[in-house]
RNA sequence: GGGCAGUUGGCGGAGUGGUCAAUCGCAACAGACUGUAAAUCUGUCGGGCUACGCCCUACGGAGGUUCAAAUCCUUCACUGCCCA
């Protein structure tokens, strides 16, 4: 892998949003870039041929999930992921650090690595960062993730430093067996990228970053947000890492965001994104457009026979009006997902093509600007429709209540 | 013509003397969703208020019993099944 930045935005004094190019044996990456994650193998709702008419240039996949489903060995029958499923373009993998989190309720974490039981069938499987490595090495993306522990919010000071000092020698871990002790097994090379925590603490976060950059990767990922805390320390946590991180190598923040969250991040020095947001959203019915974003199973939509953005050339823009779509989504048909699905992905890539070239051409703070300010117009509009009598919380499934991450046997 | 069963909020369907403006599901309406256990979840869902409470109108129609009826009785209407 190699990556060269290409430009600095001088569009502001205060910004730091770069445009690079990442390339790989699969292919080459303009960044800033929006990743779709296709946990399972796939985008959910939305076939490979659609995503690359959308501009995706990258996906990721899952190893937790993966080695759970299908399992690695039916991957590596297949000659790897790109093979079994069929996509051509560069992908990477997360490590399963995220699970960490999210399915608090099923494992226990250890100095040695997390011990999972299957949210499938409940067996028993122990995963070392090295095993994570070797699947990663099996499953052959062109970007493997560390294991890493992604802690929960709100988050000691102190919790956070041991989590971030067990990621940190789990970091280590990875990247002696990555280089050490495996190779790559389909003929293209591989890379890893370590992952910066600390919670939202600012010292941890740089010590992190700092002892990240010792090591020498090829890219740097900065983790544990977006799991619950403010807007403003995500910013902060990504704005922190950055400066700590070496200026030649490409940044990853993990699971973020919003288009708010993106630009905020990219001004902030960031790289590469993920997250679930326009996938997920789109089966649920939020769709986000230039404007800002809409709830199309919304009444108001019933006969408006106008695209859903006026600006956006997705094939469901192109072809289908909010009615249609509206119907569509709130029957839960199945091309409903689709279609939605369609224009939320392009849209986010537009977000990302449309910075890169913005800040290539040093503009990049005026775009950035008049985007969040429609944004926030729009969102005030909606605020001032609700029809909530207050602030509903919902409650959490029983495995959804994240008890505090235990590390055992660390002393 | 006779017998039996039934008629509950937009729909389906609980409830069978007070704790019922009525469980639940669907539909509807709104919201949430950030390295995906998510095509999921949450809230609202007869009307009106000086709203963590109060007042109306409501369980096919009418009448009755009772301190109190969606729940019991009479009768009418309608629906389904069975027998003529």
Redesign the pocket.
């Known amino acids: 892998m190699k990556f060269s930045l290409q430009h600095k935005d001088t569009s502001s004094s205060g910004s730091k949003a770069r445009a690079g190019l990442l390339e790989t044996d699969h292919g080459t990456i303009e960044t800033p870039i929006f990743m779709p994650?296709g946990?399972l193998g796939d985008?959910?709702a939305i076939e490979h041929r659609e995503l690359k008419e959308c501009g995706a240039q990258i996906i990721?996949g899952?190893t937790y999930?993966l080695y759970l489903r299908p399992g690695t060995e039916i991957i590596q029958k297949a000659g790897g992921l790109h093979r079994f499923i069929g996509w051509d373009l560069p992908m990477l993998t997360?490590?399963g650090?995220?699970?960490v989190?999210?399915?608090s309720?099923?494992r226990n974490l250890t100095r040695d690595g997390v011990f999972f039981t299957s949210?499938i069938d409940g067996s028993k499987h122990f995963f070392r960062p090295e095993d994570v490595v070797q699947i990663q090495r099996k499953l052959g993306s062109d970007i493997c993730?560390v294991l890493?522990e992604?802690p929960p919010y709100p988050c000691s000071h102190d919790y956070a430093k041991k989590s971030n000092d067990l990621t940190m020698a789990w970091a280590e871990r990875c990247k002696n067996e990555f280089y050490n002790n495996s190779a790559p097994l389909y003929g293209h090379t591989q890379t890893l990228f370590p992952?910066v925590q600390g919670g939202v603490y600012d010292d941890l976060r740089r010590s992190s970053a700092e002892t990240l950059t010792q090591m020498d990767f090829e890219g740097y990922?900065i983790?544990?947000v977006?799991v619950g805390e403010p807007?403003e320390d995500v910013y902060r946590i990504a704005e922190v890492s950055c400066e700590c991180l070496p200026e030649e190598k490409p940044r990853y923040l993990?699971?973020?965001?919003?288009p708010e969250?993106i630009l905020e991040c990219i001004s902030r020095g960031v790289d590469m994104f993920?997250?679930?947001?326009p996938?997920?959203?789109a089966?649920?019915?939020?769709l986000f457009t230039t404007w800002g974003k809409m709830?199309i199973?919304?009444?108001?939509y019933?006969d408006d026979f106008s695209p859903i953005d006026e600006a956006c050339d997705c094939y469901t823009c192109r072809n289908f009006s909010k009615a249609y779509v509206r119907h569509l989504s709130?029957?839960?048909e199945?091309v409903g997902?689709q279609l939605t699905t369609i224009h939320n992905i392009h849209f986010f890539l537009w977000l990302v093509k449309e910075t890169r070239r913005q800040i290539l051409n040093n503009t990049f703070t005026q775009f950035r600007n008049d985007l969040l300010n429609r944004y926030a117009e729009n969102e005030s509009k909606?605020g001032s429709?609700?029809?909530?009598?207050g602030k509903?919380?919902?409650?959490p499934k029983d495995?959804?209540i994240h008890k505090p991450a235990r590390i055992k046997k660390l002393d």
């Open positions: 994650v946990t985008v959910k990721l899952n999930h997360d490590s650090g995220y699970q989190f999210s399915l309720q099923l949210h993730m890493d992604c992952i990922a983790g544990g977006s807007k993990m699971g973020v965001g919003t969250d993920d997250c679930v947001m996938t997920r959203n089966r649920n019915g939020t709830t199973r919304n009444a108001a019933a709130s029957i839960k199945i997902h909606r429709g609700r029809h909530q009598k509903i919380k919902r409650k495995y959804e």
